[in-house]
């Protein structure tokens, strides 16, 4: 059983103004309204608070106090200059929320639900507590006693929770018969459940008492924190100290809320949390039907739903004790994250490093579901316990880093794969722009139907320059220098499926990452095969659409190739008419001529011509094989050569057995070739064969 301490410690401080820390009982005598304020880390609550205000400490470590007003009519003003302090990170109201169920009609009914979540036999390996935040318990519940530690009340600051409401016991009633009725081998002895009262006798519960509840469990290091209470407002100190329990290793269960709305409740809604709805259990079911995923499964009326639900549990009509002697039907959200949380003890007693990520990934993933994965009415399911205890924990091995400071480098032109693989999972990439460009582009594809990819673009600095980039192609314009690339999922959800992000950077004004030529454009001239053109006073151009000239293929290929110029330079082109030493491609052309990979033509007066004007299709594909040695292949592509010239059949015939032209029917032989078509020719023989 862990030892479980509290100590209470309070600190006086003076500054012009003398104020005050009190105690609990002070508190309770003050009667004063309050509000609740994260300090920066750079103030101290000596430098805000107005004089005679009395304030009590909530978390130390993040610096949240309470501070108790003179009146009302100063709340609104107090909050106001608050805000304005450099001092001040959040300030808020001291709001409340509550704990409800729809109804508690004593009613005899068989307790189904227990085979619907599928038990197993688990040997506990350790001794997991699951903290309650709720109303308290009964403490005369003898069949409690092995499993209940001394509680807390966060209201009083006292060992005293003894639950005036029932809503409490009722919880963890409910626990205790998860674990006794399905049999967890060993669990009944080593499971514990930590009260703790955050909620008055009426069931409504002010933040302050949720925000002690919560650091008192930190405090005590327990495993699982149960919050079977919702409210509709977002309270951001109370997100930045939920999140503190999970980074610490606490999975935190919610419940969605009773209102039958689409729109979970707070605290379910923070992405910290399990996010925990009802679905109605039929009557009657065949068990084959929960493997194929073909038993019809449906929300629970009350249930609140939407993007953020994770998935459901029984919560209607749940037979529980009230007290020693008395047994209650129950139904409400508040009842089904029991089930969750019993269950994340489980997988806390069966791997000692597990964390809330993992644990939310094979809750979710062992769920019962019907047709779908994920659906905004159910979640992932219904929760399965034999199913998600014999699930392998995820692997990660592959994963992109979750660290901005172990970001793996993404070139420009190149495609990185990945998965959500557990729940809001964070993915980093370098960026690297190694020169200026009309804009670079940023291809997210997301191949999920239940996920939304949102990323972000940081400077070096980590200052955000774009955020929530979704599904989509994105021109944004980064200029050269280094970037970083966060990635996540918009609603904290995970699957198997994959999403790709691809950088692509408009080096020309002509060529956009959207031509069919923009890669081999793009790669040869990163290359420096080929360039462009460039003026002064316009932007670089490729010329995309003009024809390429033989001599132009001479230059690129001895780029390409490092071909060197002959000593014999002068005697080779004096053999060609139409060439001459002085012309600017002579070298070019001598050193193609030398390798034999162009040879030009002999007319029939043994004349020869280079001829330095367009280059066709078909001769294209004679240098193409030529100069990179393209072999001819075992098994032939059918290609129409019928117009092709004798002296290139196999050429082309070639180009089609390697994949390099889908354009069998007519190759279009005697026309022309492009720049942008011998770029891509070219690219795709050096890139896509093994050449």
């Not at 002070?26 to 304030?55: C, F, H, K, M, R």
């Not at 990439?429 to 670079?440: C, E, G, M, R, V």
């Not at 290609?639 to 050429?651: A, D, G, M, Q, W």
Request: charge should be negative; glycine fraction near 6%.
């Amino acid at each position: 059983m862990k030892k479980l301490t509290f100590l209470l410690t309070c600190l006086i401080f003076f500054s012009i103004h003398p104020t005050v820390s009190v105690t609990a009982e002070d508190v309770g005598s003050l009667n004063a309204p309050s509000i609740l304020v994260q300090l920066d880390p750079s103030g101290t609550i000596n430098d805000l608070i107005p004089e005679n205000t009395t304030y009590q400490t909530i978390s130390e470590p993040l610096d949240i106090y309470q501070l108790f007003l003179a009146s009302e009519a100063h709340e609104r003003n107090t909050i106001t200059a608050l805000k304005a302090s450099p001092y001040v990170k959040h300030v808020t109201e001291n709001g409340k929320v509550t704990v409800s169920n729809t109804g508690s009609d004593l009613q005899t009914v068989q307790q189904h639900y227990f085979n619907f979540i599928d038990h197993t036999d688990v040997k506990a390996t350790t001794a997991p507590t699951i903290a309650i935040l709720d109303t308290g318990i009964d403490p005369t519940l003898q069949e409690m006693s092995d499993f209940i530690l001394p509680g807390y009340n966060a209201i009083n600051e006292s060992n005293n929770v003894q639950d005036d409401n029932d809503h409490g016991t009722v919880v963890a009633s409910i626990m205790r018969s998860i674990i006794t009725t399905n049999n967890y081998q060993g669990l009944s002895e080593h499971i514990r459940l930590l009260p703790i009262q955050v909620a008055e006798d009426d069931g409504f519960i002010y933040k302050a008492s949720i925000l002690k509840g919560i650091q008192y469990a930190m405090d005590q290091d327990v495993d699982v924190i149960n919050m079977s209470y919702s409210g509709t407002a977002y309270n951001p100190i109370e997100e930045e100290l939920l999140q503190a329990a999970k980074d610490q290793g606490i999975t935190l269960v919610a419940a969605s809320g009773n209102e039958g709305v689409k729109g979970i409740g707070f605290p379910a809604r923070y992405a910290s949390t399990i996010a925990v709805g009802s679905v109605t259990v039929p009557d009657e079911y065949d068990t084959g039907l929960m493997d194929t995923h073909d038993l019809p499964l449906s929300r629970a009326y009350f249930s609140n739903y939407g993007h953020h639900l994770s998935l459901t549990a029984p919560g209607e009509l749940l037979i529980s004790h009230q007290n020693e002697t008395d047994f209650v039907q129950v139904t409400g959200t508040s009842f089904s994250a029991p089930f969750v949380s019993v269950l994340a003890a489980l997988l806390t007693s069966t791997y000692d490093d597990i964390t809330p990520n993992e644990i939310e990934r094979l809750i979710t993933e062992g769920a019962t579901y019907y047709d779908t994965r994920w659906n905004d009415a159910i979640g992932y399911g219904a929760v399965n316990f034999s199913r998600t205890l014999n699930l392998d924990r995820p692997d990660q091995s592959t994963d992109l880093p979750d660290q901005l400071s172990a970001s793996r480098l993404l070139n420009t032109n190149e495609t990185i794969t990945d998965q959500f693989q557990l729940s809001y999972d964070e993915d980093w990439l370098q960026l690297d722009i190694k020169y200026d460009a009309f804009d670079t582009l940023i291809k997210i594809n997301n191949l999920a139907d239940i996920t939304e990819v949102s990323v972000d673009i940081l400077d070096a600095e980590g200052n955000v320059l774009y955020e929530d980039l979704t599904d989509s192609v994105h021109a944004l314009p980064l200029r050269e220098g280094q970037y970083n690339v966060k990635i996540t999922e918009t609603f904290g959800r995970w699957s198997d499926a994959d999403y790709t992000i691809t950088t692509y950077q408009q080096l020309y004004q002509d060529v956009t990452p959207t031509s069919s030529h923009y890669l081999g454009t793009t790669y040869l001239s990163e290359e420096g095969v080929l360039n462009g053109y460039t003026s002064e006073t316009a932007p670089p151009v490729f010329k995309v659409n003009d024809d390429i000239s033989r001599s132009q293929v001479a230059a690129i290929f001895q780029r390409l190739l490092a071909l060197p110029v002959p000593t014999t330079r002068d005697s080779i082109l004096e053999n060609y008419t139409d060439v001459k030493p002085t012309d600017y491609y002579a070298e070019a052309i001598s050193a193609v001529i030398d390798s034999g990979i162009i040879t030009g033509y002999q007319t029939s007066n043994d004349t020869w011509y280079y001829n330095q004007g367009p280059l066709s299709r078909e001769q294209m594909a004679s240098v193409l094989v030529r100069a990179l040695n393209l072999t001819p292949k075992d098994k032939e592509t059918a290609i129409n050569l019928k117009n092709v010239s004798p002296t290139h059949r196999e050429s082309v015939q070639i180009l089609a057995d390697y994949g390099l032209t889908d354009q069998l029917e007519d190759f279009r032989p005697k026309a022309p070739v492009t720049r942008g078509q011998f770029s891509s020719f070219l690219y795709r023989a050096l890139t896509d064969q093994d050449t």
